[in-house]
């Protein structure tokens, strides 16, 4: 069964204190890995897909990774504006539907 | 250019009753999924459009779920009977492709 397992849930940190989301993932054949970002009341707005291991996307302060089991979305030096929830999710089953994490909540202390 | 949007942003539904909602995807994207996501939970997959043909309803939870997309492009999810349960917020997403989707800002269902 495919499946998608993030960590930590929760994560605080002061601005300017870098550091990494976690995303774990099972899936028969890799079709894509997603990060999106969803602030309170909103839908999830897309960051970075990701096809092969070793494959590297930046945005900003934001650097997804990619290997054969999981995912890494690194934040440098984060900034308050960076607070909201980071959702990974890769693309499964016949027609290509997102199977999604719970999400790491982040937030960035002034 | 325009993003997804749905309509209404919020409903409050006595159980039992009917609720419609609607989603209308970018401009010229064929593929359309909608997803329901609970609180602190990631999204889940209900069903997925590519034009006006319904490929995949796999995971609408009961038969009490239906979504339509006649013309291949505005897309109604409706769920008849609302139970308590069903209080989620119902995401909608249009793809050109399967792979890269665009969300909408979501439907939040409370059932009293």
């Known amino acids: 069964e495919d499946q998608v397992t993030q960590s930590p849930e929760a994560l605080r940190l002061q601005e300017g204190e870098s550091s990494s989301l976690n995303c774990s993932y099972t899936?028969?054949?890799?079709?894509?890995l997603f990060w999106y970002r969803q602030d309170p009341g909103k839908g999830p707005e897309f960051l970075f897909t990701?096809?092969?291991a070793g494959e590297e996307k930046e945005k900003e302060r934001l650097k997804a990774t990619l290997t054969k089991k999981e995912s890494f979305l690194h934040i440098t030096a984060p900034k308050p504006e960076d607070s909201a929830t980071y959702l990974c999710?890769?693309?499964?089953?016949?027609?290509?539907?997102?199977?999604f994490g719970k999400g790491t909540k982040l937030s960035v202390k002034p | 250019g325009a993003g997804v949007s749905q309509s209404p942003r919020y409903k409050v539904a006595k159980r039992g009753q009917d609720v419609a909602l609607r989603c209308d995807p970018i401009s010229g994207h064929v593929s359309l999924f909608w997803y329901q996501q609970a609180l602190g939970q990631g999204p889940e997959f209900l069903t997925y459009?590519?034009?006006?043909?319904?490929?995949?309803k796999s995971g609408l939870p009961s038969d009490r779920f239906f979504a339509e997309r006649p013309e291949g492009s505005v897309s109604t999810l409706k769920i008849q009977r609302t139970q308590q349960e069903d209080s989620a917020v119902y995401l909608c997403?249009?793809?050109?492709?399967?792979?890269?989707?665009?969300f909408g800002p979501g439907t939040r269902l409370t059932v009293t």
């Open positions: 899936v028969s054949g890799l079709r894509g």
């Open positions: 459009f590519q034009n006006e043909a319904q490929l995949d």
């Open positions: 997403a249009s793809s050109l492709s399967t792979y890269e989707q665009y």
């Open positions: 999710a890769v693309a499964g089953g016949s027609q290509g539907n997102l199977i």
């Open positions: 990701l096809y092969s």
